[in-house]
């Protein structure tokens, strides 16, 4: 895995992995240009689309949540010729393949620079996004950071936007 090994998708992007990592609980990915992605063994093994597990957009899962181990770990980390991801699984032998081609091609849609939107805050400024609409991240950098964040629970809000309208006598 010392190389890096190009992933072509449909778009013409390419994303390269430049390392893999096994971790504890997690498989940690570094990206060409410097992106990691982290992901829980529970979550890739759950995500699996092959013929023996289900495919879950179809709603026929064959394996379920609560059957995997706790525990479950990689037997064996593998990049094929194709640039995708293949773990074969601990105990079960269970080789993934099909998710992590996706995964891949998402990763490169996720990173393409035509897809993010970059801008340094100043200080006093403040940025506010919508979890459920806008996947974000924060980039490296060098020095101090202060950051203050506040949640909103959803329901909480819409709760209390309608008894104001009805007690403003606000129509929608």
Not at 9 to 22: A, W
Not at 116 to 125: A, I, K
Request: hydrophobic share 35%; proline share 3%.
């Amino acid at each position: 895995m010392n190389s890096p090994v190009l992933i072509e998708t449909s778009s013409k992007q390419r994303l390269s992995i430049e390392s893999i990592e096994r971790q504890k609980r997690n498989i940690a990915i570094l990206w060409e240009g410097g992106n990691h992605s982290l992901f829980h063994h529970i979550w890739l093994r759950d995500n699996c689309t092959c013929p023996q597990c289900g495919d879950r957009s179809g709603g026929h899962r064959y394996l379920e949540l609560g059957s995997i181990d706790p525990d479950i770990a990689p037997d064996e980390l593998s990049i094929d010729s194709t640039g995708s991801l293949q773990i074969r699984w601990q105990g079960d032998g269970h080789l993934i393949e099909p998710v992590y081609r996706a995964l891949q091609h998402l990763l490169a849609l996720v990173y393409a620079p035509e897809a993010c939107v970059t801008y340094r805050l100043e200080s006093g400024q403040a940025a506010v996004m919508d979890n459920h609409r806008v996947l974000h991240a924060r980039a490296a950098f060098n020095g101090n950071r202060h950051i203050r964040q506040c949640h909103v629970d959803r329901d909480e809000f819409f709760s209390r936007l309608r008894v104001l309208q009805r007690r403003l006598d606000i129509e929608d």
